[in-house]
């Protein structure tokens, strides 16, 4: 299907277009499920002046961490970034705006984005620094706080498998932020294991339908693991 | 004697019911998988999308792609389900989880909890702390009661910046477990040996000690 | 899993604590995905002035039409309900109170009330008969109206396969409204067409984990078509 | 002469492109499905729950579980999704289709519509009309330019209850297809054979006509 093959040959043509102060959506929960050829690529790209959202920003030295270390993020919205040195220095120094964002609120705005709902009240952070001017409104005797919408110019995801057409599935935890981001993107870039031809994904297991991804392209990915925890036999 | 973090996460695991499902932060809680009694079944959601976690996996086990809320490499049980973000937390805020348990800097006598941020000192995010304690009414916080210090961690009011207001009901610490209701903590139970003088002293909002306090019984 | 085995032996027990004046969603799209004996066993308990949530209201004489043949609903919140003359009858004489709702603002509400979202805003039905009496609020130049969520007492779902411990699929578009009606139930009842052991369903591709699922029956279903068309070879 | 139904349907699948999503409505839209041309592939969204709607099944491959949103059996190409009604309508109000064609009782110069509703005498509620008309600004109304008594249903301002405000901004009748901007109808073509002066006769709005008004070229 002509127009509906989404498969891109390099990273550049998967990022082409991507410039300066734009807002980049990053999937992932730490480094479980990150886009990684893609984010390297931005690096290398240089680009600049970027609104990152991204629930976490990397690690020292790796995946959004490299960002940080280019200088390129000049607003980052996460729920957590306890990981990254550099980070704190950033955002204590004042050399990046930080917009910390509870973890399901976080989720939930970036799902109301794709889903063109552009605000919804949570009760979560009512009372609490994060609903500091914010709209508030009681419902049924309980305080919820109004929370606006994410979108972004350009989500990076990363899947498990992806059909030509742009359908994705994805494993285990590495799920995580990926669907909602897809779906909130104006371009959304999937990073995959894996490229098979349409047909091969059950049409009844789709994770991410075609509709929501412009880009395809197929990654390598190293996988690190920031917290490797055994137990004996 | 102070409780040490096994025993409180033992006391924590008394709070347990068969067919719970269950949220278990990052330190302390986490331990609480330790001492599921045996004759109960619980099902561990973890909040990255997970429900239905396991033990952490054996050398060979090991799948970058499963890991847990704090980072950590887990496995899952049989019967288990992987979602995303949204779905996770829609199950967080939609109160389907009948039990979170969850850390803390400080906890005031009107339930309101700091967790997340000292000004200054320690910017790591709230990540899903915030959407855990407005999810659900059953919320266990374990913590110490008092800083090395000695400094109370029980307070007439949080100084912190906050996680939740009014939200947390229940608390076990080194101590004691105390129940939060009507403004004030109330003594429900003391570690083996600790006397309530002791409690009192180390308990700085303000604390109700009614009738004969028992001591906890572990495991 | 003792406290996890979600299954009931019967119909009564599937049923046990509905009672008159209850909230109870019913999922489906038309007569695709429906709970067939579940929806008969509410018309042989005979209970009254139920506020129904169901996308449609059934034909004559089958399914939710059952209910109403009955006079057991006493509030019908629905989206299209053209296929049914004793409804419309109900409707016009004031028998029973309906209050049509946008196909995607009523699966929206469904989804926030079970995911603890009060409200949301939306731009559907800005400016008609829908808007009336709600909040409206501008947001970026465009005008949105502000809908409550909806949960039930009761939501009676339809899935293909079900595990013991409560997780679903569903199959093609028999899926519909019921995986958020199983999130926005106090008691949500799934009748399946098959009960397998946990481990059959791969935890990849579950579409609602069992966490929202409280009780679990084996149904049979005569699955009739409402609009049977077909082409010629 | 006027455009019969299959007519309309033709000229309206000249409005399709290579790659779009599209949702087609119930009526004259589903009979778009059948003049896609040729050199071009769209997926056809079904608000139901299906991206990748395919034509009507054979007699033995009927299913129950697959159905349109007018409930008819359908089949589903290769390549495509099922999902809910949620995750669909998520798509829609998204703004992720990129056409919508419906049909409608009337249309005014403002690109307010109105197809759902005749108080007092048709009351079978608005589906998913609602949903579509505010996810997209690519849609395109079919419609009869006027009721078999001669009433126009191209208006000043519709009288029936609205399914969306401002939304549409093109229109294919039996007799012309006009775009809907700066409160008029501005006449964009002719269907063939019929005059410039019968569309005016027929539309009760202000219609604007600008130089040559062409033909329609249908297939």
Redesign the interface.
Known sequence: MSGFNKVVASYDEALAGLADGMTVMVGGFGLCGIPEGLIQKVKEMGTKDLTCISNNAGIDGFALGMWLENRQIKTMISSYVGENALFEKLFISGEMEVILTPQGTLAEKIRAGGAGIPAFYTATGYGTEVAKGKDTREFDGRNYVLEPSLTSDYSLVKAWKGDTMGNLVYRMTARNFNPMMATAGRITVAEVEEIVEPGELDPNNIHTPGIFVQRLIKGSFEKRIEQRTVRSA | MALNREQIAQRVASEL?????VNLGIGIPTLVANYIPED????L????????MG?????D????????A?????T?I????????????????????DLTVLGAFEVDQNG?IASWMIP?KL?????????LV??TDNIVVTMTHASKSGQSKLLESCTL??????CIHKVVTDLAYLEIHDGAFHLRERAPGVSIDEIREKTAGQLIVEGEVPEMRLG
Chains 1, 3 share one sequence.
């Open positions: 019911r068969d067919g719970y499902y109960i079944d619980v099902m959601q973890s909040e990255n999308g997970l429900l239905g033990p952490f996996p054996l050398d086990e090991v799948e970058p792609d499963l890991i847990n704090g980072k950590q490499t887990v899952a049989t019967g288990a389900a992987y979602f995303s973000s949204a779905e996770s937390f829609a199950m967080i805020r939609g109160a389907h989880v309101s200054g910017v790591k995010g709230m990540g899903g702390a915030m959407d407005a999810g910046p906050l996680t939740g207001v009014n």
